[in-house]
C-alpha cells in the first residue's frame, strides 16, 4: 500500500462505501400489519406496546416497564422516579447527549457536571466531589457502548442515600461485572431513536425495580389517569403524555427479537479496530472500565499531542481524506452549547424568569465552563471518533483501521 497520504495527493485508504442495510427486515412489517388489524393503535387497548415492556422486562430481569415516546422522556421518567423537584442538583457527566439533562431542567432542578477519566466515565470519588447539601440524585451515563463503574457508584449511591438513573441509550447489551447496564439504579432508561442499536423511529423504556415507581412513572407518562392501576382515569395529579403507541410497540417486538444480535455483531466489529491500533505511539483506543463489556456504539482514539506533528483537527482532515468515516470528539459536550452558555433557558420570558433553574429563586445562580471539568476538556481537545453501525462489513473495520495507521504514522513526531 501506498504511503502518500490521500490528504497530499496519494491513493484512498478506504475506495468502498461503508455497509449499509435496511434494519426492518425481521418481522417488522408483519407486526405493523398485525397491529393494525387490532383496530386500535392505543397501547391501552392494544397487545404490542404490552408485548414490547414484557420483552423488555425479560431483557433486563427488571419486573416493571413503562413504555415511552423517547431516550429523552425515559431520563425524564427517571428523574421521577428518583423524586428530583425545583432547586435540587442532579450531579451526571458533560460528554453525553442533551436528553441526558432535558428531565432535570424541565423539573426546574439544576444539572450539576462532574469529571470523567479517559474512559470517558467518573470515578465515585469525582461524582462525591460535587456532591452539596441540595443534590438529590445521580445520571450514569454508560456512554458509547461502555458501562460506568457501577460497583463504585452504587456503593457511593448506598453510603450518601443518592438514587441513581441510568441513561441506557447508547448502551444495549452493555454489561458491567456480567450485569446489564440498566439494572443497578432505581430507573433504567433505555432509547429506540433511529440511530441507537436497535429503532421504532423514536421510542423509550424505563426498567424499573419498585412497584409504587412504577405506578408512580407510568401515570405520569400518561397525564395521571391512573390507567393501569384500577384508577377512576380522572387526573389526580400532574403527569404529561409520553404514550408509545401500537406502532412503535410493534416495531420494537420485532427489534428486541434481534437485539442480542445486533450488539453482539457491534461487539465484534469494534474488537476488529484494536489490534491494529494497539501498536500505534501516542495513540489510545478507547476502552470500557475493568469489568466492562463494550457493546461499540461508537468509539474513540485519543492522542498525545506531543507524539504528532500535526494538530488533531488536521489528523481528522487526513483520515476524512483517506475515506474514513471519523469526525473529531468535540461534539460530546455540552458545556459549550449555547444553553449552558447563555443559560437562557426559556427566551420568550422576561429577564427575571428566562434563567431558571439556572438562576434560583433563593439567589442561587450556577454557570458552567471546561474549567470544572478538565480531564473532560483535555479528552474534547485529543480525541476522534466513528460510529459503528451492525451493517457495517468486517472489510470496512480493518480499512478504517489501515487507514487510521496510515495517517497516525505519517504524522508521528
Ligand atoms: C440518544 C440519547 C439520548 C436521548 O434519546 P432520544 O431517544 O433521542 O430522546 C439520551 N442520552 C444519550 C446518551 C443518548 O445518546
Redesign the pocket.
Known amino acids: 500500500m501506498s504511503t502518500q497520504l490521500a490528504i497530499d495527493g496519494g491513493p484512498k485508504t478506504k475506495t468502498t462505501p461503508y455497509g449499509s442495510h435496511n434494519r426492518f427486515q425481521g418481522n417488522e412489517l408483519d407486526y405493523l400489519r398485525q397491529a393494525l388489524e387490532q383496530g386500535t393503535l392505543f397501547y391501552g387497548h392494544g397487545s404490542w406496546v404490552k408485548r414490547a415492556c414484557q420483552m423488555m422486562a425479560d431483557y433486563t430481569g427488571r419486573p416493571y416497564v413503562v413504555p415511552c415516546t423517547?431516550?429523552?422522556?425515559a431520563?425524564h421518567l427517571g428523574l421521577i422516579a428518583a423524586g428530583i423537584g425545583p432547586g435540587d442538583e442532579v450531579i451526571t457527566t458533560p460528554n453525553?447527549?442533551s436528553?441526558?439533562v432535558l428531565g432535570i431542567i424541565e423539573e426546574g432542578a439544576v444539572p450539576v457536571f462532574c469529571d470523567c477519566g479517559d474512559h470517558l466515565q467518573p470515578t465515585a470519588a469525582a461524582i462525591e466531589a460535587k456532591i452539596t447539601a441540595r443534590t438529590r440524585a445521580i445520571v450514569v451515563?454508560h456512554?458509547a457502548g461502555c458501562p460506568a463503574p457501577m460497583n463504585e457508584i452504587m456503593a457511593l449511591s448506598q453510603a450518601r442515600n443518592l438514587p441513581v438513573v441510568e441513561?441506557v441509550?447508547?448502551s444495549w447489551g452493555t454489561t458491567f461485572q456480567g450485569q446489564r447496564a440498566g439494572t443497578f439504579g432505581i430507573a433504567g432508561c433505555f432509547?429506540?431513536?433511529d440511530?441507537?442499536h436497535i429503532s421504532t423511529g423514536?421510542?423509550?423504556f424505563v426498567a424499573l425495580a419498585d412497584e409504587a415507581l412504577y405506578r408512580r412513572v407510568s401515570n405520569y407518562a400518561d397525564k395521571h389517569y391512573d390507567r393501569l392501576f384500577g384508577g377512576a382515569l380522572m387526573q389526580a395529579h400532574h403527569g404529561l403524555n409520553y404514550r408509545m403507541t401500537e406502532l412503535q410497540g410493534a416495531v420494537a417486538a420485532a427489534q428486541l427479537e434481534q437485539v442480542d444480535g445486533v450488539t453482539a455483531r457491534h461487539h465484534q466489529l469494534g474488537e476488529l479496530l484494536r489490534p491494529e491500533i494497539g501498536a500505534i505511539p501516542g495513540l489510545r483506543m478507547l476502552a470500557p472500565v475493568p469489568g466492562g463489556y463494550n457493546t461499540y456504539w461508537w468509539t474513540a482514539w485519543f492522542i498525545e499531542p506531543q507524539s504528532f506533528r500535526v494538530t488533531r483537527d488536521r489528523l481528522v482532515e487526513a483520515l476524512r481524506a483517506e475515506g474514513l468515516a471519523i469526525g473529531t470528539y468535540q461534539r460530546y459536550d455540552l458545556i459549550r452549547s449555547g444553553l449552558f452558555q447563555q443559560r437562557v433557558v426559556r427566551p420568550w420570558l422576561d429577564d427575571a424568569r428566562r434563567h431558571y433553574p439556572f438562576d434560583q429563586p433563593d439567589g442561587r445562580s450556577y454557570h458552567y465552563s471546561h474549567d470544572q471539568v478538565p480531564n473532560h476538556k483535555r479528552l474534547l481537545d485529543t480525541g476522534f471518533m466513528m460510529s459503528i453501525k451492525a451493517w457495517h462489513t468486517d472489510a470496512d473495520m480493518c480499512e478504517t483501521a489501515a487507514g487510521i495507521r496510515k495517517v497516525l504514522t505519517a504524522f508521528q513526531a
Do not use: E, P, R
Open positions: 423517547s431516550g429523552s422522556a431520563i453525553t447527549d436528553g441526558t451515563v456512554l441513561d441509550a447508547q432509547s429506540t431513536n440511530f441507537k423514536d421510542g423509550g
